[in-house]
């Protein structure tokens, strides 16, 4: 083993002193000039006998190289040949240089004959050793998954060694142009490559399809298998994955070769369209497309015959069962107003309203659950998504779950009903308009309508000014310390029991109240309805004002005595 390591280390070094010296000759030839700017015959000739050596030594030394390929293993044998077949494309790289070449020669010199002459021998040869070539990579590749313990290593060498096979596929159709050009009889090598190529593309179309299929199959294994069934699952459509681009990256070289031989590709294109999902692919027609949403349209149209019956049944089931639990949320909605009106305990409007909207809407979530199973969807999972996303959309509304909360602590504890004039929030002041488990309506007494956070209400002092039926009233009037107190009493005494509005149960109290720095202050507290409370306040206040003048009775004010002492007065 260690002699065959040794010798192919030897043959390796000489074919890069081989082709070292050979681009070197090449180089030589023409140093200054490439193919396309020969302009004399001569030159032409010179330059074409060059590489006519150059082809020679590098054939001399592949043949050399060839006859140690058989004693090495089949993976190293593999590596070496591919050396070999990059030094055999220099060889097809010269030839295309001799074709350029003889196409710039006149058809009629002897200098055009001869070296069509040694294109035809040279092209013939070229075909045989790219048969040769394909026979032994097919061969190689063979061997090599059929080894006892394949792995990702082996793949890999198997799929550089079909990439090289397929680079030699190209080669070999390039060869043929060259032959037609050579005006050589190429039906045959036409015939044979068709087969190959397209025996490639169907077995790279199988590939693809059994992927397709396998993979389709482990998607549905995924949703009931264990986690440690999900891992190998999830091992094996990656490799599935692997080998169906791979397929398709060689399906798209196999067609556009057959597209270069003339050959049709609607199928093989409808596959590699499937495949990787690219509808405008570069190897694939326009007709490919049109075939594709041809036969899309046709299995619509297939599966609509067969399945449409049962999805207008089923979408008629779905909105009539829709219908039918809109009447029974309507009816089970008026049925808990009415058991709310009803009740013993004294409850307010806004628990009323909240219970009679939950009712309807817990009879619509019923009905629309059970119209989706009509539909065939799953109830039990979407349950379970909904719980799922219950949780997320909680955790990111932290402060609307704060006003729902402080909602339903409004509802059950009642500090105010819709109606009442309300103190909330830190001085805000309105009626009640509306409320629901989030905000809660105010209306100012100038007409502005404010939309309260219910967390901002419960979170503060409530002050409910007409929760009561009736209110006191607390006035303080003055009189001067001139004016007779028994007097002023009865004249306010006289004007609370005149007032239709003021209560006379609780009873009205009329006391004197403080000697102030300018005046007796006397406090008169009527009750009233809550509704006459401003009424009377202003009613009250105005008949005070006209009795006291009209009775001789002052009201004062504040005032101060300024005395002014001279100079001198003082001693």
Excluded at 106 to 133: C, G, R, V, W
Excluded at 376 to 392: N, Q, S
Excluded at 434 to 455: A, G, Y
Aim: contains cysteine.
């Amino acid at each position: 083993m260690n002699m065959i390591n040794i010798r192919l280390l030897a043959c390796l070094l000489c074919l890069l002193f081989s082709t070292s010296g050979s681009l070197a000759i090449a180089e030589e030839a023409s140093p200054e000039t490439t193919v396309t700017e020969l302009n004399t015959e001569p030159s032409s000739i010179v330059e074409s006998e060059a590489i006519l050596d150059n082809i020679h030594n590098l054939s001399v030394r592949t043949a050399e190289l060839k006859a140690f390929a058989t004693e090495i293993p089949a993976f190293d044998r593999l590596l070496f040949i591919t050396l070999i077949i990059n030094v055999e494309k220099e060889v097809r790289v010269e030839i295309d240089r001799l074709m350029a070449i003889q196409q710039k020669l006149n058809k009629n010199s002897i200098e055009y004959a001869d070296l069509s002459k040694q294109l035809n021998q040279l092209t013939t040869a070229q075909e045989e050793t790219l048969k040769n070539e394909i026979s032994i990579l097919k061969d190689l590749i063979g061997k090599l998954k059929t080894q006892d313990s394949p792995g990702s290593s082996t793949d890999l060498t198997v799929e550089r060694a079909k990439q090289t096979l397929f680079g030699l596929l190209f080669d070999w159709q390039n060869n043929i142009e060259h032959q037609k050009l050579l005006d050589m009889d190429v039906t045959a090598s036409l015939d044979r490559l068709r087969r190959i190529v397209q025996f490639i593309a169907i077995a790279q179309t199988g590939k693809i399809q059994i992927s397709l299929d396998t993979i389709k199959e482990l998607d549905a294994m995924m949703a009931n298998a264990d986690a440690e069934d999900q891992n190998l699952i999830t091992k094996q459509l990656t490799n599935l994955e692997w080998t169906k681009s791979t397929a398709a990256k060689n399906l798209e070289l196999m067609m556009e070769i057959m597209q270069q031989l003339h050959m049709d590709t609607t199928k093989f294109g409808q596959v590699l369209v499937v495949a990787t999902g690219e509808i405008l692919h570069a190897n694939v027609e326009t007709k490919v497309v049109i075939s594709l949403f041809k036969k899309l349209l046709n299995k619509s149209m297939l599966w609509l015959q067969d399945n449409l019956p049962l999805m207008i049944f089923r979408v008629l089931s779905f909105i009539l069962i829709i219908l039918v639990f809109r009447i029974i949320a309507a009816v089970f909605r008026g049925v808990v107003n009415k058991a709310t009106a009803r009740a013993k305990f004294d409850l307010s409007q806004l628990l009323k309203d909240f219970l009679g909207s939950m009712a309807h809407r817990l009879v619509m979530i019923i009905g629309f659950m059970i119209a989706l199973s009509q539909l065939g969807i799953e109830i039990a999972p979407l349950l379970a998504g909904m719980g799922i996303m219950g949780f997320v959309v909680g955790f990111a509304l932290q402060d609307s779950l704060s006003n729902f909360a402080s909602g339903l602590m409004i509802l059950f504890y009642r500090p105010f009903d819709i109606g009442n004039f309300v103190n909330v929030a830190g001085g805000i002041s309105g009626e009640v308009k509306q409320m629901n488990l989030v905000s809660t309506t105010i209306l100012t007494i100038d007409n502005q309508r404010l939309i309260i956070p219910n967390s901002k209400i419960w979170g503060d002092i409530i002050t409910n000014v007409t929760a009561e039926r009736v209110r006191r009233i607390d006035f303080v009037f003055g009189i001067g310390y001139g004016d007779s107190m028994n007097e002023a009493e009865r004249v306010l005494q006289d004007i609370v029991d005149k007032h239709e509005l003021i209560l006379k149960k609780p009873e009205t109290v009329i006391k004197i109240h403080t000697l102030g720095e300018s005046s007796v202050d006397f406090i008169v507290r009527p009750w009233v309805k809550t509704q006459d409370y401003w009424e009377v306040y202003w009613d009250i206040t105005r008949q005070v004002k006209e009795r006291f003048d009209a009775e001789g009775i002052s009201i004062p004010f504040p005032q101060r005595d300024v005395h002014v002492i001279q100079e001198g007065q003082s001693s």
